[in-house]
Every structure is written in C-alpha cells, then in structure tokens.
C-alpha cells in the first residue's frame, strides 16, 4: 500500500492542482487567515467594485471541514484523476479545456437571477463527476456500503443525498447541467455530426506545453527543448452504446 505522500504524487497534474487549491482554501478559511465572504462569487461587487477575484477564487471553496468537505475532496481525488488519467490520458490540455468551458459555462449560469449561488467548487466537482459516469457509465459503485449502483447514475444518487441531508440541491444541478452540457457538444454531437465545436483552443495548449502540464500527444504546439521529427495523430476513441 502507497503511503499518502506517494499517492498524492501520483495524482495526474490538472487534478492534483485543483484539489490542493481546494484543500488550503478551506484550510486558510479554518484558521480565518481568508473568509468565505471574501471568496463568494457576488457580481455586484465583481463589476462595481472590481473585484475581479470572485471570478476564479469561488470555485476553490468546498466549505469548512466536514463530511461533505471530505467527500468532494476525495470525488476530486479519485473521480477526477481517474478521468485525467483514463479518457483523457496524454490529453491533458483537452482535460484542462473541459474545466475551463465548465468554469465559464457556471460563471455564466450563475449571472441568470433564479440560478444564483456564490460558491462553484461543489458545481464543479458536480461536473467531474457526470464526465465521469458518462466515461465510466457500467463501473460499480458502492454508496456507503448501503446500496450498490452503476456509476452512470452516481451525480444523480450524490444529487439526491444533498436534498436528504439538508443541502442545496441547486449546486449539483448545476455541475450536471453543465456536465452534459460539455459531454453533448465533445462527444455526443461529433459522434452523430462529425463535427466538434469545442476543440481545445490553443491558447490552452500554450500553457500545457509552457508549465509542461502532463502531455498532449496531439498538440499543435512544440515545447521549446522538442526535437525535430514527424509526429503522429492520435485522436480519440469512444465506445459505442
């Protein structure tokens, strides 16, 4: 067995930087070094007193210590890197992508009044969790050693404990919405149309090979110590169900 060190080392880099940023944010909200209202996504205050931060600072709060901080963090942990690692393996700048559309689309759902939520760490990890049951959707999944279900139906089995235990149920929907949202237009519709409409720009492959972010094995961009030589596509497969 893996000592926690190692295991954290091992986690693909995309999901390893999110869950750490996850981590101390909750952390440093613990020891009141920051506030979870100076973190809140609030936009009056983003377009009238410029605070600019709200935008990005909002998807790295997963609450204070609890339960339910422990289980998105392990979701991140486990979920996400499973998905990094897997479907989108050597593709990390596509992995990248998948999270900033996620991050824009929520930005942008959250400005419609009635959808209205301050912070989008949990809708976030709510996305990671519906690619991933679309990637994975016959794995077995053991809730709580209670019930046992396939794992396309896990985003709306953790949806459904929210309402039970009392929690909002509108950051969740949120993740899925915007979860299938993204699974629509990068697998569903290319595979009926053969044409995608959210292929990684390349801005997004700049800083993948700029801070050397895991591999991309089709980008379009050269890391600067890159040798010369031909290099082969590699696209991307899907099953068929």
Known sequence: MSSPAEYYNSLPP?????????????????????????LALYYPFVFKNFEIWRLFTSFFFLGKFSINFGIRLLMIARYGAQL?????????ADFLWMMIFGAISLLALTA???MQTMFLG????????????????????????LVQLRSFYLPWAMLALDVIFGSEILPGFLGIMVGHLYYYFAV??????GKS????????????ARFRLGVQVNTPVRPANANTGSGAFRGRSYRLQ
Do not use: D
């Not at 390893?16 to 070094?33: E, P």
């Open 197 to 208: 409409y959210l292929k990684t720009p390349m801005w997004v492959h700049k800083i993948v």
């Open 84 to 92: 990094e690692k897997g479907a989108f393996e050597k593709r990390t």
């Open 122 to 145: 949990i809708p976030m990890v709510s996305v990671l969790l519906y690619v991933w049951s679309r990637e994975y959707p016959n794995s077995q999944i053991n809730m709580y050693g």
């Open 112 to 114: 419609i009044p009635f």
């Open 14 to 38: 995309i999901s390893k930087a999110y869950g750490t940023l996850c981590f101390f944010t909750t952390v440093f909200c613990q020891l009141q070094i920051l506030t979870p209202g100076f």
């Open 188 to 193: 569903l519709h290319p595979l009926a149309s």
